[in-house]
């Protein structure tokens, strides 16, 4: 079992920054790649980034490439995602996902193995 929890989310104006974190635990995170979904109202989860523990591989969808960064830090357990250059069609819930297997991009929901509960970010424009 892998438990994720999100913090970080809050409103911001846009063109401003926001960064959401991702505490992992539990006895075999270290054996899942990492990361972040976002979800607005009636619309399906969308890929944002991801990322492997060791920074290997790290992947962004086209529509944050340049402004949002996904990194990891074993010591704390903790991935994060920075974003910068906020608009406001970014808003929306922002989960943490973990997968057994590092997919392409984008990653699918389907292979998620475990999933955070989320957190708001709100762009004001």
């Known amino acids: 079992q892998v438990q994720l929890v999100e913090s970080g989310g809050g409103l911001v104006q846009a063109g401003g920054s926001l960064r959401v974190s991702c505490v992992a635990s539990?006895?075999?995170?270290?054996?899942?790649?990492m990361g972040w979904f976002r979800q607005g109202p009636g619309k399906e989860r969308e890929f944002v980034a991801a990322?492997?523990?060791?920074?290997?591989?790290?992947l962004s969808a086209d529509s944050v490439k340049g402004r949002f960064t996904i990194s990891g830090d074993v010591a704390k357990s903790t991935v994060y995602l920075q974003m910068n250059s906020l608009k406001a069609e970014d808003t929306d819930v922002y989960y943490c996902?973990?997968?057994?297997?590092?997919?392409?991009?984008?990653?699918?929901?389907?292979?998620?193995?475990?999933w955070g509960q989320g957190t708001q970010v709100t762009v004001s424009s």
């Open positions: 539990g006895r075999t995170y270290l054996n899942y790649a």
């Open positions: 996902a973990a997968a057994r297997v590092f997919q392409g991009s984008p990653w699918r929901t389907g292979e998620v193995d475990y």
């Open positions: 990322v492997t523990w060791s920074g290997g591989s790290i």
